[in-house]
């Protein structure tokens, strides 16, 4: 008879929910006011390509730093140092929106901040998943930490009135020195030792393509991706759109959107335990679809409403996958496993979505205004799209053996 996994202790709990809560705090103070900090500073030209900077660097930095982390150097210290670095590129490129730079610097400057913060979500999340003894029930409540830690960054610039100045920024790279000196503190997570040569391919990281190679581990990946696409529209667009309506303190309000996202991830592992992957992903889709559905309304109450639903989606697509990539992956590619999600996500997702969607923007524009109505049932349309390839597509046959690897085929 198997046992039930052990609980995990106080101590370790605290830790990893504390290391989600301050990372999470500072990617928010970072990536929600950088629309409205970069149209105050008369940057609207360079929008797009500052937002699909993340997508560049997520062709580069996640697979090569989980290959690391996989094979070379401890997790933490990469967390650690790729924290430092981060700082340094967000105290850069804050200040030369500040001083007004040449906007091409300006852009560059917020590339070498993506290059160096890629990396460290699906590094964080390898570091996370080592130490949970039963990932279906603990990761949900830890990751929820993240959102919370989110929300309180985006809280903090509001109450500093820092939703378009270079302030939030700045107030971003000190918590990234937070999230470097808290490594300190955390326990390492050795590197499996490497046998034999490793090559130039399984130094940058390409062997994960292996797993998809897998026929519904491609279809989760793929899904994933497609459905970055359309997600590229809302940090970008919402803010203004609020904006425009008349509400003020817009990264204050972006935060709706993460209150529903914690509640869905502390029911999350019941959910894992009572439904098929499948579904869940499916649901997460269909809260996706409505949610720019009520945008297109153009509304106060109904954006509103849009960006509480975000949570919902959010947590039901990109979290299961996480969880399902860590149930269903040899941990000796776990980073690996993270990284090509990110890849895919945050690299393909991210910019086909930030350059399409600002093109779909752009021939939504009207002399007195954007047609918002128009914009948002487009971008309702692309989820839906991606609702029937998830639907058709997904298999979710047989089990799994009891050693896992790359290729078995999952549950659910």
């Known amino acids: 008879m198997s046992q039930e996994p052990r609980a995990l202790p ?5 830790e990893l ?47 090569f730093f989980g290959a690391m982390a996989d094979r070379h150097a401890s997790p933490v210290r990469v967390l650690r140092w790729l924290s430092l ?38 590094i964080a999340s ?36 820092a939703d378009s100045s270079p302030r ?35 130094r940058l990281g390409l062997d994960a393509l292996a797993l998809l190679k897998n026929h519904d581990h491609r279809v989760v990946f793929i899904t994933a991706a497609l ?5 590229a529209a809302f940090y970008p667009y919402t803010p203004p759109h609020l904006k425009e309506l008349g509400l003020t303190h817009t990264t204050a309000w972006m935060t709706l959107g993460q209150v529903t996202e914690v509640l869905a991830m502390l029911f999350l592992a019941r959910l894992l335990t009572n439904w098929r992957l499948k579904w869940i992903l499916a649901v997460g889709l269909v809260c ?4 720019y559905a009520l945008c297109a309304l153009n509304g106060k109450a109904w954006i509103l409403l849009g960006v509480t639903l975000h949570g919902c989606s959010f947590t039901l697509v990109y979290i299961t996958a996480q969880i399902y ?11 690996r496993a993270q990284a090509l999600m990110s890849l895919l996500t945050g690299g393909v997702g991210n910019l086909v979505g930030f350059l399409g969607v600002g093109w779909w923007f752009s021939i939504n524009a009207r002399p007195n205004g954007e047609n918002w109505p128009l914009f948002w049932t487009g971008i309702a349309a692309m989820v839906a799209a991606v609702l029937a390839y998830f639907l058709i597509a997904y298999h979710g046959r047989g089990k799994p053996p009891e050693g896992k690897n790359p290729d078995y085929s999952p549950t659910s």
């Open 10 to 14: 106080w101590v370790e709990y605290i």
């Open 17 to 63: 929910t504390a290391l989600f809560l301050i990372q999470g705090a500072a990617m928010g103070m970072w990536m929600v006011p950088l629309s409205t900090v970069l149209d105050a500073h008369g940057l609207h030209a360079i929008k797009p390509y500052a937002f699909a900077s993340t997508a560049v660097a997520a062709f580069v930095s996640p697979l």
């Open 85 to 122: 670095a981060t700082a340094a590129a967000m105290a850069l490129a804050s200040t030369a929106i500040q001083l007004g730079w040449n906007p091409w610097l300006v852009l560059a400057l917020i590339q070498l901040h993506a290059l160096c913060s890629s990396p460290t979500w699906s």
């Open 126 to 161: 390898t570091i996370v998943f080592a130490r949970l003894r039963d990932a279906k029930r603990e990761f949900g409540p830890i990751r929820a930490m993240a959102t919370l830690g989110w929300m309180g960054g985006c809280w903090l610039v509001s109450a500093l009135n």
């Open 168 to 202: 939030a920024g700045f107030n971003g790279a000190v918590t990234w020195v937070v999230v470097a000196g808290f490594t300190l503190l955390l326990p390492e997570v050795e590197a499996p030792k490497s046998t034999g040569k490793v090559t130039l391919r399984e």
């Open 227 to 231: 459905f970055n696409i359309p997600l």
């Open 288 to 291: 996706g679809v409505v949610r």
């Open 325 to 335: 990539l860590d149930d269903r992956i040899d941990p000796a590619w776990r980073a």
